[in-house]
């Protein structure tokens, strides 16, 4: 049978001893490679780090983005009637000149329904003739009526003037003269009933041809109207420029008031430029922009702001001065967005990854063969710097690369 050996005391103290040194060491090791990433203080290799110096210069408030060169001005190409594509009379990308044919639509329904109100309006039209005469020829005939009874009026009167003296002498009847005087009073008692009927029918039919003349206007420009909706099957073009789209095919069939296409004015363009949301409140129209044309700095202003956001940004229309060389439709540009005014005596510090980490409140400032940690205060930022209003001096030398491997340090030994 095999027998167990027991260890000694002084074996077993050996073992712990062995285990607790390795255990030491390791830590040793480790905080060797990583000295200080918790501590106060931690020692950096210098040729990885930038370091700035902080000078006094001019800082110019802006914002640098990028714009897309867009026409200032589009007219967009819409069937007014719809119909089936008969021919394309020009291509996508040709120059074109106001009132010259495009596109040529064909719509069997709106032609059947224009001859239909060619009919009707010529046939509203003749019987507003037909009324008109009839209404004048009972004017003329009123009229002859009246002329009719002043004449048996001034015949009855003669004859009565002639019969009174014969029916003094006894040669007439006095039956006679009683029937012309009847007869006297009968047509002027016409010619008054006759008098009121013409003034109440001439008021009447100033009335009716006042209607019917409307009427008749209104028909024409009816008529008017639907030969013109039939001349709009031939889209011309509103204005002269580049016709930048025309979406038409050959026998396709298009609906009432779909986009054809657009006509973009040539030597007149505008930037579009997206923003993010947090300047929103920042931006105004009339603001001063830079842009960077050819190695040259043209002047323009924010001519138009559309404060809808889309995903976290909104966008902003710049107008650029006419007669610009050099640039194109869908062209990028760069921008500078003068959010300010310029200071002239500003503390600079240059832009750099050291802001992620410490978000602007702190630094570390180089100070020999060491850098310490400094609280700061930094005000506006552009392309290029931050503005620093307290904390540092000009001629500080400031570490502007990332702090995210010795942020918790408060003193960094470059080594």
């Known amino acids: 049978m095999d027998k167990k050996i027991e260890r000694s005391g002084l074996q077993k103290h050996l073992k712990t001893g062995v285990a607790v040194g390795l255990i030491l060491a390791t830590a040793l090791a480790y905080a060797f490679v990583q000295p200080g990433s918790t501590g106060r203080s931690q020692t950096v290799a210098l040729n990885s780090l930038t370091i700035s110096t902080v000078k006094q210069g001019q800082f110019i408030d802006a914002l640098s983005l990028r714009g897309q060169v867009v026409p200032k001005t589009t007219i967009y190409l819409d069937t007014v009637a719809g119909g089936r594509v008969e021919e394309r009379l020009v291509e996508q990308g040709e120059y074109v000149e106001q009132g010259q044919p495009l596109v040529r639509l064909s719509n069997t329904n709106l032609q059947l329904?224009?001859?239909s109100r060619e009919a009707q309006v010529t046939e509203q039209l003749n019987f507003l003739r037909n009324t008109q005469m009839n209404m004048e020829t009972s004017r003329l005939n009123l009229?002859?009526?009246?002329?009719?009874?002043?004449?048996?009026?001034n015949h009855l009167k003669r004859r009565y003037k002639q019969s009174v003296q014969l029916a003094k002498k006894g040669v007439l009847a006095q039956d006679t003269l009683d029937e012309i005087k009847d007869d006297l009073a009968y047509y002027q008692a016409r010619k008054e009933l006759t008098l009121d009927r013409q003034?109440?029918?001439n008021t009447i039919r100033e009335v009716?041809?006042?209607?019917?003349?409307d009427s008749a206007e209104m028909l024409q420009k009816n008529l008017k109207f639907a030969r013109h909706n039939l001349d709009n099957l031939l889209i011309k073009a509103p204005v002269s420029g580049y016709l930048s789209e025309l979406d038409v095919e050959i026998g396709e069939s298009k609906e009432r008031g779909a986009r054809l296409g657009q006509i973009d004015i040539p030597d007149e363009y505008k930037l579009t430029v997206r923003l993010d949301e947090f300047y929103l409140n920042q931006v105004h129209s009339g603001m001063a922009v830079q842009?960077?044309?050819?190695s040259e700095q043209v002047n323009a202003q924010v001519s138009k702001i559309d404060s809808r956001v889309t995903n976290a940004q909104f966008q902003v229309e710049v107008a650029l001065p006419a007669g610009l060389a050099?640039?194109?439709r869908g062209q990028n540009l760069d921008v500078a967005l003068m959010l300010g005014d310029s200071n002239d005596n500003a503390l600079l510090i240059n832009r750099g990854a050291f802001y992620t980490s410490s978000g602007?409140?702190?630094v570390y400032v180089v100070a020999g063969d060491s850098a310490v940690r400094?609280?700061?205060?930094l005000g506006k930022k552009n392309r290029d710097y931050f503005e620093v209003l307290e904390g540092l001096a000009p001629g500080d030398q400031v570490i502007t690369s990332s702090y995210s491997q010795f942020d918790k340090a408060q003193t960094l030994q470059l080594n």
């Open 199 to 201: 003034k109440q029918e």
């Open 143 to 153: 009229r002859r009526d009246l002329l009719e009874i002043e004449l048996q009026i």
């Open 208 to 213: 009716q041809v006042a209607q019917l003349e």
């Open 360 to 362: 602007g409140n702190w």
């Open 326 to 328: 050099g640039i194109k």
């Open 374 to 377: 400094k609280d700061i205060v």
């Open 113 to 115: 329904d224009v001859m």
């Open 291 to 294: 842009v960077s044309l050819d």
